[in-house]
Protein backbone atom coordinates (compact mmCIF):
# COMPACT_ATOMS: atom_id res chain seq x y z
CA UNK A 1 0.00 0.00 0.00
CA UNK A 2 1.19 3.83 -1.04
CA UNK A 3 1.61 6.04 1.52
CA UNK A 4 0.14 9.68 -0.56
CA UNK A 5 2.43 12.28 0.08
CA UNK A 6 0.75 15.76 0.48
CA UNK A 7 2.83 18.97 -1.29
CA UNK A 8 3.15 21.94 0.68
CA UNK A 9 1.96 25.22 -1.22
CA UNK A 10 4.68 27.74 -0.19
CA UNK A 11 3.54 31.15 -0.60
CA UNK A 12 5.88 33.05 -2.85
CA UNK A 13 7.27 36.09 -1.09
CA UNK A 14 6.22 39.39 -3.08
CA UNK A 15 9.43 41.08 -5.01
CA UNK A 16 9.60 43.95 -2.51
CA UNK A 17 9.87 41.16 0.48
CA UNK A 18 12.74 39.62 -1.50
CA UNK A 19 15.32 42.75 -1.86
CA UNK A 20 14.78 43.58 2.02
CA UNK A 21 14.36 47.12 1.05
CA UNK A 22 11.62 47.82 3.48
CA UNK A 23 13.98 46.65 6.27
CA UNK A 24 17.03 48.52 5.12
CA UNK A 25 15.64 51.77 5.16
CA UNK A 26 13.79 50.75 8.43
CA UNK A 27 17.07 49.88 9.90
CA UNK A 28 18.39 53.29 8.56
CA UNK A 29 15.96 55.65 9.62
CA UNK A 30 16.30 54.02 13.58
CA UNK A 31 20.28 54.60 12.66
CA UNK A 32 19.96 57.98 11.50
CA UNK A 33 17.51 58.57 14.69
CA UNK A 34 19.73 57.75 17.19
CA UNK A 35 22.34 60.07 15.61
CA UNK A 36 19.90 62.81 15.67
CA UNK A 37 18.97 62.31 18.91
CA UNK A 38 22.47 61.97 20.49
CA UNK A 39 23.87 64.78 18.19
CA UNK A 40 20.93 67.52 19.85
CA UNK A 41 21.47 66.26 23.04
CA UNK A 42 25.37 65.46 23.79
CA UNK A 43 24.71 65.43 27.74
CA UNK A 44 22.96 61.93 28.16
CA UNK A 45 25.78 60.28 25.99
CA UNK A 46 27.47 57.62 28.29
CA UNK A 47 31.31 57.27 27.40
CA UNK A 48 34.28 56.20 29.48
CA UNK A 49 37.44 58.28 29.13
CA UNK A 50 39.77 55.21 28.47
CA UNK A 51 42.80 54.36 29.47
CA UNK A 52 42.49 57.18 32.31
CA UNK A 53 39.28 55.35 33.44
CA UNK A 54 38.99 51.89 33.41
CA UNK A 55 35.53 50.12 33.26
CA UNK A 56 34.59 48.80 37.02
CA UNK A 57 31.74 46.44 35.55
CA UNK A 58 34.31 43.30 34.25
CA UNK A 59 32.86 40.39 35.03
CA UNK A 60 34.92 37.58 37.08
CA UNK A 61 34.47 35.38 34.26
CA UNK A 62 36.19 37.41 31.90
CA UNK A 63 38.97 35.74 29.65
CA UNK A 64 41.13 38.11 29.75
CA UNK A 65 45.16 37.64 28.60
CA UNK A 66 47.23 34.42 29.13
CA UNK A 67 49.34 33.69 32.01
CA UNK A 68 51.51 30.79 33.17
CA UNK A 69 50.94 29.77 36.51
CA UNK A 70 54.23 27.96 38.71
CA UNK A 71 54.47 26.21 41.45
CA UNK A 72 55.34 27.22 45.04
CA UNK A 73 59.31 26.88 43.76
CA UNK A 74 59.17 28.82 41.34
CA UNK A 75 59.47 26.43 38.19
CA UNK A 76 56.68 26.37 35.58
CA UNK A 77 53.38 23.93 35.82
CA UNK A 78 54.07 23.59 31.95
CA UNK A 79 55.13 20.38 30.62
CA UNK A 80 55.26 21.15 26.50
CA UNK A 81 52.53 18.62 26.16
CA UNK A 82 51.62 20.46 23.63
CA UNK A 83 47.74 19.99 24.23
CA UNK A 84 46.69 23.86 23.94
CA UNK A 85 48.02 24.30 20.82
CA UNK A 86 46.48 21.49 19.77
CA UNK A 87 43.15 22.40 20.53
CA UNK A 88 43.52 25.99 19.42
CA UNK A 89 41.19 26.60 16.82
CA UNK A 90 43.28 29.74 15.28
CA UNK A 91 46.70 28.02 15.59
CA UNK A 92 48.61 30.89 17.34
CA UNK A 93 50.19 29.03 20.07
CA UNK A 94 53.76 27.85 19.48
CA UNK A 95 56.01 25.87 22.14
CA UNK A 96 58.79 24.26 21.77
CA UNK A 97 59.90 21.37 24.18
CA UNK A 98 63.36 20.29 26.07
CA UNK A 99 64.45 18.19 28.65
CA UNK A 100 64.65 18.81 32.46
CA UNK A 101 67.71 17.70 33.89
CA UNK A 102 67.05 14.70 36.71
CA UNK A 103 63.87 14.24 35.36
CA UNK A 104 61.60 12.31 33.06
CA UNK A 105 59.35 15.45 32.39
CA UNK A 106 60.07 17.94 29.70
CA UNK A 107 59.82 21.56 30.07
CA UNK A 108 58.81 24.25 27.58
CA UNK A 109 61.95 26.08 26.09
CA UNK A 110 59.65 28.53 24.00
CA UNK A 111 55.90 29.19 24.51
CA UNK A 112 54.59 31.85 22.00
CA UNK A 113 51.29 32.98 21.99
CA UNK A 114 50.29 35.33 18.75
CA UNK A 115 47.55 37.92 20.43
CA UNK A 116 46.65 38.81 17.03
CA UNK A 117 45.72 35.66 15.96
CA UNK A 118 43.85 34.84 19.18
CA UNK A 119 39.94 34.71 19.83
CA UNK A 120 40.21 34.23 23.30
CA UNK A 121 38.15 31.23 23.31
CA UNK A 122 39.45 29.61 26.39
CA UNK A 123 39.91 25.98 24.83
CA UNK A 124 43.54 26.16 25.51
CA UNK A 125 42.93 26.67 29.19
CA UNK A 126 40.46 23.72 29.00
CA UNK A 127 42.94 21.53 27.09
CA UNK A 128 45.82 21.77 29.49
CA UNK A 129 46.19 18.53 32.07
CA UNK A 130 48.32 20.70 34.03
CA UNK A 131 46.26 23.26 34.78
CA UNK A 132 49.25 25.19 33.87
CA UNK A 133 47.81 28.04 31.61
CA UNK A 134 45.11 30.50 32.50
CA UNK A 135 43.11 33.47 30.96
CA UNK A 136 42.40 35.05 34.49
CA UNK A 137 45.19 37.99 34.36
CA UNK A 138 42.15 40.71 34.47
CA UNK A 139 44.19 42.47 31.24
CA UNK A 140 41.71 42.70 29.01
CA UNK A 141 43.61 45.02 26.28
CA UNK A 142 46.92 45.68 25.00
CA UNK A 143 48.14 48.39 23.06
CA UNK A 144 51.24 48.12 20.99
CA UNK A 145 53.33 49.54 18.23
CA UNK A 146 54.23 46.80 16.48
CA UNK A 147 52.54 43.71 15.03
CA UNK A 148 56.17 41.54 16.72
CA UNK A 149 55.22 43.22 20.47
CA UNK A 150 51.56 41.21 20.17
CA UNK A 151 53.35 37.74 20.73
CA UNK A 152 54.14 37.13 24.09
CA UNK A 153 56.77 34.56 24.76
CA UNK A 154 57.30 32.66 28.33
CA UNK A 155 59.32 35.40 30.03
CA UNK A 156 55.84 37.41 29.63
CA UNK A 157 53.40 34.89 30.15
CA UNK A 158 55.16 33.69 33.16
CA UNK A 159 55.48 36.90 35.00
CA UNK A 160 51.84 37.63 34.84
CA UNK A 161 49.60 37.23 37.97
CA UNK A 162 46.30 36.79 38.33
CA UNK A 163 44.28 40.05 38.68
CA UNK A 164 47.10 42.15 36.92
CA UNK A 165 46.03 45.38 35.83
Do not use: W
Not at 108 to 124: A, H, Q, R, T, Y
Request: glycine letters at 4%; a positive charge; charged letters at 35%.
Amino acid sequence: MAVKVKKIKRKKMPFLERIYIFYIIAGMARTFRHFIRNLLNTKNIEFLEYPEQKPEDITPRYRGLHRLTKYESGELKCVACDMCATACPAKCIYIEACEVEGSKEKAPKVFNIDLLECVFCGLCVEACPKDAIRMDSGIFTKVEGKREDFISDINELSSRKRGDF
